[in-house]
């Protein structure tokens, strides 16, 4: 990578958040140094911070203005940059069971098709990537995933669907993703997991987390019902694996 | 046990505290009060730390039933009446009610949220760290749905402890421009679209709730960069402008992240007035800097502190009292980590 590093932008939120932008595109590079940027501001333990939010590209800081120096806040984060560490975030590998295609995946076929591949095909291409989580956003434990095999990048649907179930396993654009619950949707969905990935009351409530990877373990429906018991009662279904 | 029993309550009744914090990094918003101002105002009349849970409601009233214990309770927020077994209690006025007396709040005739704060609080399990309801995702509040009758909220006060409170002055309200700060996607939009934005009326419509709302009026025009973003992290009073050039504010139980450009900022001290806007509300926006807003929030909160230092044991009007003053009313009043 000898690509020189965008500017760092600093985008003002109001007068309680600021977002400190380091770059346009869906980079695994950018999100590390996201994540790393995450990790140093949190150990620094500043007056009036309240929390950071992590997202793709940038880190958005929320904070008490009347307790909260932006100024030194902004001073530090410079001289921060350029030392980070990206390799200092060991992300897990996590398994996560699909039932795939059916009632399951209401889309695989025709995706398939619009690509010109079989249903297996495709459930190959999509079970055949190491994605890289780089954001839980918009609802509890959605897990945004890159690594898409590009061959099969598609567009979102020109009408989205009023409600999808929890569980859906879809692709949009470019981008995969593991829906932490029902809603509406312009996703296609080619499979389901019984996977929660936030459970609230359960020891962790959340699974997934930035920089963490996934791998999708396509799986009879007969096994849907065993599994989707485990995961009511609590069990995380999806499994860590060595990468 | 004294318990607050629910006997009839509108549906958009919930508990609602200081909000979460936290957890945006895993895809839950904070939620909390829609006007944190009035549920800090409640509370500290009720006896209560700032960021209390409450009870919010929005629009329509309440009874509840004061069982096994007295209660002291105390209501701020939007213009509504407070009644004791059909007695109306002065405003801003905490009180005692005994058991097996009716708490009635009215419906607002003005604004949207009240909150009916009780001295000690419900003694309630929260979720990762709050008892704010997120009504979408049913996270907080009571198995995670609004309050309905006969819901029993237990409170962790047998029996109110010190006098009843007043505030001995009244809050002012403020009816100028939203004041926004531009950014963080200000760049996403032409200078016609900017300056549409800050010259126009743009009007409250019929799709506002506590996550968000939605406003019409002239289209704001973005620039050659389009609408769509990579998603980012959503700030508290996000104004977002999607492809139709309306524009959106997000507020409490917004979505963390989101793809639309988000042309400016609300200020946060302007947010609970925000809040307290109906539909049909005719809106500008002011455009500060951001140290100018923070030198808003400033005075805006030395204003709300001087208010707070105003409480007085009521029937003793007039009377500053020592002890009150020691009680330590105003610390942590803005405090998101109460």
Redesign the interface.
């Known amino acids: 990578m000898s690509e020189p590093h965008p500017p760092l932008r600093f ?7 600021v ?1 400190v ?1 380091f770059g ?3 980079d695994p590079a950018i999100n590390a140094r996201v994540l790393a940027l ?1 990790a140093a501001v949190n150990a620094d333990e500043l007056p009036g911070l ?11 800081v ?1 904070f ?3 307790v909260f120096d ?1 100024e030194a806040f902004e001073a530090r984060v410079r001289a921060l940059v350029p030392g980070l560490k990206t390799d200092a975030v060991a992300g897990r590998r996590w398994k996560v069971p699909v039932v795939y295609g059916g009632e399951f995946g209401i889309d695989l076929d025709a995706t398939a098709a619009r690509h010109g591949l079989t249903p297996a095909e495709l459930i190959d291409k999509h079970a055949g990537a190491v994605y890289r989580v780089y ?8 897990t ?1 995933l890159g690594g898409l095999d590009p061959s099969i990048a598609t567009p979102r649907r020109v009408d989205p669907r009023p409600m999808t179930p929890a569980g859906c396993i879809s692709i949009g654009g470019i981008q995969a993703l593991i829906a ?2 029902a809603m509406p949707s312009g996703w296609h969905i080619l499979g389901r997991t019984p996977v929660r990935t ?1 459970m ?2 359960r020891e962790p ?2 699974l997934t ?2 920089g963490d990877e996934v791998v999708f373990e396509p799986t009879d429906a007969s096994r849907w019902e065993a599994l989707e018991k485990a995961a009511a009662a609590g069990e995380p279904v999806a499994e860590l694996v060595q990468p | 046990m004294t318990e607050l029993v629910v006997a009839s309550a509108g549906p958009l009744t919930a508990l609602q505290d200081a909000g979460r914090f936290g957890w945006q990094r895993y895809g839950v918003g904070p939620s909390g009060a829609m006007d944190r101002l009035a549920l800090a105002l409640a509370n500290v009349l009720a006896g209560n730390p700032p960021g209390a849970v409450a009870i919010e409601l929005a629009l329509a009233g309440a009874r509840l039933v004061v069982e096994g214990g007295a209660a002291r309770v105390a209501l701020a927020g939007a213009t509504a009446t407070l009644k004791i077994d059909g007695r109306p209690a002065p405003p801003l006025t905490s009180v005692t009610v005994q058991p097996g007396q009716t708490v009635e709040v009215g419906a607002a005739a003005e604004g949207i949220y009240t909150y009916l704060a009780v001295a000690g609080s419900f003694a309630l399990a929260p979720t990762l760290g709050s008892l704010s309801l997120h009504h979408r995702t049913a996270i907080g509040g009571i198995d995670g749905r609004p309050l309905r009758a006969g819901d029993r909220l237990p409170l962790n006060l047998a029996e109110p402890n010190g006098p009843d409170l007043m505030l001995s002055t009244v809050p002012k309200p403020d009816r100028g421009p939203i004041r926004v700060v531009l950014g963080p996607q200000d760049d996403y939009f032409s200078q016609t679209g900017l300056e549409t934005f800050l010259s126009s009326t743009y009007t409250i419509s019929e799709q506002a709730d506590r996550m968000g709302m939605r406003l019409s009026g002239p289209k704001i025009e973005h620039g050659p960069k389009g609408y769509n973003i990579v998603s980012d992290g959503i700030p508290s009073g996000a104004i977002q402008v999607p492809g139709n050039g309306q524009p959106l504010i997000l507020l409490a139980d917004r979505q963390t992240t989101g793809g639309y450009p988000k042309i400016a900022t609300v200020i946060s001290w302007d947010l609970p007035r925000l809040a307290q806007s109906r539909p049909g509300t005719a809106l500008r926006f002011q455009r500060v800097d951001r140290a100018e807003a923070v030198r808003i929030a400033r005075a805006t909160d030395e204003a709300f502190r001087t208010l707070i230092a105003s409480i007085r044991p009521a029937g003793l009007s007039g009377l500053a009292s020592g002890d009150l003053l020691s009680l330590n009313l105003v610390d942590g009043v803005v405090d998101a980590k109460e």
């Open positions: 985008l003002a939120c109001g007068d309680a958040a977002t932008e346009s595109e869906i995450d309240i929390e950071t939010v992590p997202t793709y590209r940038s880190l958005m929320q008490d203005p009347l932006y954001m839980i956003g918009f609802m509890p434990g959605f945004y932490g619950q936030f609230a009351g409530a959340f987390a930035p």
